[in-house]
């Protein structure tokens, strides 16, 4: 039972190129999240999705955007990449009814703009 | 608007000891309330939550919390720590009801452990 995949585990990006964040559930889950984690903070929510075709932001989405094309899958996409989206970046899934809390992490993807 | 803080950065405690970590919310009605633990270089696990009845809540791995509301606290307890207990300690309240987008994490504690 593989859980929540993230890929890649490390990147490297260079001001203003763009890249996808894979993520990816196996639990059949309807909600799925993306955060980030900025050195000694908590985590922030860029995006969430509580199904297939549906998805809505968070606390921090400026510079992100996601789609969710299928129940398993949830990409995040940095099109223009800035410094200061340096950061971990850890999606996230939980099932269906009253607890709507993220249950189920990946193991992050770290990212450094340079 | 919800908001949480964790006032202890880094707290050390021998092994076998007993653990408290301290967690204070700001909410105007009852919060949703979880501990999670993360190990290095892993994402995060959910210990416990606290959504309603009884205060005193049981998680994994032997850590409990207790829910008070005149304090507004939500302390993480554990009699007795092992070496595998190192980690960074989040926790987290959410506004009843609601989405994943009302749900605001602590900066974390991290625990070491002397031997």
């Known amino acids: 039972n593989a859980g929540v995949t993230q890929t890649p585990k490390f990147r490297i990006l260079k001001i203003g190129q763009s890249m996808t964040l894979q993520c990816t559930q196996d639990?059949?889950?309807?909600?799925m999240y993306w955060y980030r984690q900025d050195p000694g903070m908590g985590l922030k929510l860029i995006y969430y999705?509580?199904?297939?075709?549906?998805?809505d932001k968070g606390e921090v989405p400026n510079g992100y955007n996601v789609s969710r094309s299928t129940t398993e899958d949830f990409p995040l996409r940095l099109e223009l990449a800035a410094p200061s989206q340096t950061s971990v970046y850890f999606c996230?899934?939980?099932?269906?009814?009253?607890?709507?809390?993220?249950?189920?992490f990946g193991d992050g993807t770290r990212l450094s703009i340079l | 608007a919800q908001s949480v803080t964790q006032p202890d950065i880094h707290i050390t405690v021998s092994e076998g000891a007993s653990l408290e970590l301290r967690c204070n919310y700001s909410y105007g009605a009852t919060p949703y309330l979880f501990w999670y633990v993360q190990s290095p270089g892993q994402g995060l696990q959910l210990l416990l939550k606290y959504f309603s009845g009884d205060t005193l809540v049981q998680g994994i791995k032997g850590f409990e919390a207790e829910f008070k509301r005149s304090q507004s606290s939500f302390n993480l307890r554990k009699p007795s720590v092992h070496w595998s207990d190192a980690a960074e300690y989040f926790c987290a309240v959410g506004a009843g009801g609601s989405s994943a987008s009302k749900i605001i994490f602590g900066s974390g504690t991290r625990l070491s452990i002397r031997p």
């Open positions: 999705s509580v199904g297939a075709g549906i998805t």
């Open positions: 639990m059949n889950h309807n909600y």
């Open positions: 996230a899934s939980s099932g269906t009814g009253a607890l709507r809390q993220p249950q189920h």
